[in-house]
Each structure stands twice: as C-alpha cells, then as structure tokens.
C-alpha cells in the first residue's frame, strides 16, 4: 500500500452534507485524537459522510465518523474506529452550538476534516437544518441552470 502522506490541506468532504441540509454557519473546531489515529488522518483513512455533532455533560462530541486502523500499524495499537471524538472549542462557542441545537430540526454536521499550515487538524461544522424533497429539487434545478448558463455565455 502506497499512499501519500497529508501535510497541510483537505483531508475529507462531505458533500453530501450541503445537498441535504440548508447550512446557515459554519464554525472550525479542533479535535482530539490519539496519536495512531492521527496516523491514519495523515494517510487520509477517514471518511466524515455518516458524521454528526453530540451533547454529552456540556461537552460536544463528534460521532459518526470513522478512521481506519493503517494496515501496517503494529497489533498493540487498537483504536475503536467509531468512537465520538471531543471537539475542541471555548466555552461560548460550546454554549452557543448547544443552544442551536436545542432547536427544533437543527444539526450540526461536518462539512471539511483539513490540516492547517501549523499542522493543526481542523474540522469545519456546518450549522443547518434538514431539506426536505422539493428543497433538495430546488438546489438540482439551480444547478443545472447554472451549468447550463455557463455554456451559453461560453459559446458566445
């Protein structure tokens, strides 16, 4: 296995998250990881799709998110993969995302997993609520239209 090691830059998206909820802030949070599964961000062995923000005892946890064992990492190092993950913010900014969870609908999900110049890893959360059916038709609509308006003034 042959794989690049990430230095600085984007390790994760989920793009699925801005087609399925209507994002109204965005927050960059760090998170705690142990050293193995660092490792294993570094080697881009993550994937954020199913990820989710969590209360617990005024605390945020990040759950959902799964970061594979690196296939040559030695057997003592045992992680388990879906475990929620602390995130590390100030006290206000903690208040303050509690207090939009509380809402009625709204979630908090991830949107990047990145590696700053400083070699700190970061996770961009996206502040939303659910799209239903006919939003989600909206957002293909506009879309296309986009694409297709960018071919027209193209051609001229």
């Known amino acids: 296995m042959r794989r690049e090691i990430i230095k600085v830059g984007q390790v994760s998206e989920n ?8 994002i109204e802030d965005t927050i960059e949070a760090g998170i705690s990881l142990t050293g193995a599964e660092l490792k294993s961000v ?16 005024n605390n945020l946890f990040l ?4 970061i594979q064992k690196l296939p040559t990492a030695a057997r003592i190092v045992n992680f388990d993969e879906r475990r929620p993950r602390q995130l590390l913010l100030h006290r206000a900014q903690i208040n303050r995302m509690i ?3 509380q809402e ?33 038709r909206e957002t293909i609509k506009q879309r296309e239209w ?4 960018s071919r027209i003034l193209k051609g001229k």
């Open 15 to 22: 793009r699925k998250a801005r087609f399925s909820y209507s």
């Open 42 to 57: 570094r080697y881009g062995l993550v994937s954020i799709v199913d990820g989710f923000v969590q209360k617990r005892d």
């Open 63 to 66: 759950a959902g998110i799964e």
């Open 99 to 101: 207090g939009k969870l």
């Open 104 to 136: 009625k609908g709204a979630t908090i999900v991830p949107l990047k997993l990145y590696f700053t110049n400083h070699g700190k890893l970061k996770v961009l959360l996206g502040i939303g609520y659910g799209k239903n059916r006919a939003d989600k």
């Open 146 to 149: 986009d694409k297709n308006k």
